[in-house]
């Protein structure tokens, strides 16, 4: 007998995600672990507190020099860390210090 509505567990579970609203803050928390892997450890040793609020990625930097080249650099950085988790999770990053 051959089934026919078959779903990969994958797909299963992010649908059940989905349905209860815990995709998008998933999605954020992978996010966040993705700073330090793509930034590389140079700019992990300068970075402090990371969180997002209602879209934005706020990022502790604690070198003038360094966060002045992120800022430069941050629409690049939107679109790198939003492809690393598949899915337009943030639209900008703030940079305090």
Do not use: C
């Amino acid at each position: 007998m051959k089934r026919q509505n078959t779903q990969s567990v994958g797909a299963v579970i992010a649908q059940v995600l989905r349905e209860n609203g815990l995709e998008k803050p998933l999605l954020e928390h992978r996010l966040i672990e993705a700073w330090p892997t793509l930034m590389g450890s140079l700019v992990q040793k300068y970075t402090g507190t990371i969180e997002i609020q209602n879209g934005v990625l706020i990022v502790q930097i604690k070198s003038a020099a360094l966060r002045q080249e992120l800022f430069i650099a941050r629409h690049q950085l939107v679109e790198r860390l939003n492809n690393e988790v598949g899915a337009d999770i943030i639209t900008d990053i703030r940079l305090r210090g």
